[in-house]
């Protein structure tokens, strides 16, 4: 499991951090998904770019050079730091926080660090998780899977209708960020195991039920 997570980690690393400017965060979740603790940026920036300004043509090449080489090698450096990151992450000792797991949390920090001041950006928010999909929280009106997951499709699809009211009424979600998801749930081999057979309805459900494109819903 931790090499398929990190190997995935990795993949999207390199897709996203494509030039200059862009940026990953990578965010454990826990009992705390909300807090953001242990948040962490991985971004392409920092770099001077070339001053060609009355240099000459081969100069300018040469800085150029220099420059895409510094970019790649801090390309690199990145997209190893996230694929590393998740491999410690997921061999963390296992603790009661640890356990919990709030996974309706990750909107909430989607929503807050997506959001515009003008809501006017419309481009697509790349999301993916690393889990089990096994929601385990305390309290009223909250579901441990890893001890009752739906027993059919027709009632995690019911599960995940039922809950949409709650998770906006407890949780901080902008509805204009939450459209502009491109959400992959991705669980690996741990998708086989028997608590997980019909949990993905859930979340398709209950993200479609945000507002969340269906076509924008992938479940690996």
């Keep these: 499991m931790v090499r398929a997570f990190a190997d995935t980690a990795r993949a999207v690393a390199e897709e996203v951090l494509d030039g200059v400017g862009s940026r990953l965060w990578l965010l454990p979740v826990s ?10 940026e991985f971004a392409l920036s920092g770099l001077d770019t070339p001053q060609i300004k009355g240099k000459v043509a081969v100069d300018i090449a040469s800085a150029c050079r220099k420059f895409l080489l510094r970019l790649d090698s801090l390309r690199d450096r990145n997209v190893s730091g996230v694929a590393t990151e998740v491999s410690q992450i997921l061999q963390r000792p296992g603790d009661e926080v640890a356990r919990a797991t709030d996974l309706w949390g990750v909107l909430e920090v989607v929503s807050e660090m997506a959001s515009r001041p ?10 993916v998780v690393l889990s089990d999909l096994l929601e385990c929280m305390r309290g009223d009106g909250r579901r441990c899977f890893e001890r009752q997951p739906p027993s059919s499709r027709a009632e995690a699809e019911r599960w995940g209708r039922e809950v949409t009211a709650k998770v906006t009424r407890l949780y901080r979600i902008a ?46």
């Design 175 to 220: 509805p204009n960020v939450v459209r502009r998801l491109d959400i992959s749930l991705v669980s690996a081999a741990l998708a086989n195991r028997p608590q997980n057979r019909y949990v993905p309805y859930y979340w398709r459900a209950l993200l479609e039920g945000l507002g969340v494109p269906p076509e924008r819903v992938h479940i690996q």
């Design 31 to 40: 009992a705390r998904t909300p807090a953001r603790a242990d948040a962490r």
């Design 118 to 127: 003008n809501g006017a950006d419309t481009a697509a928010i790349r999301v």
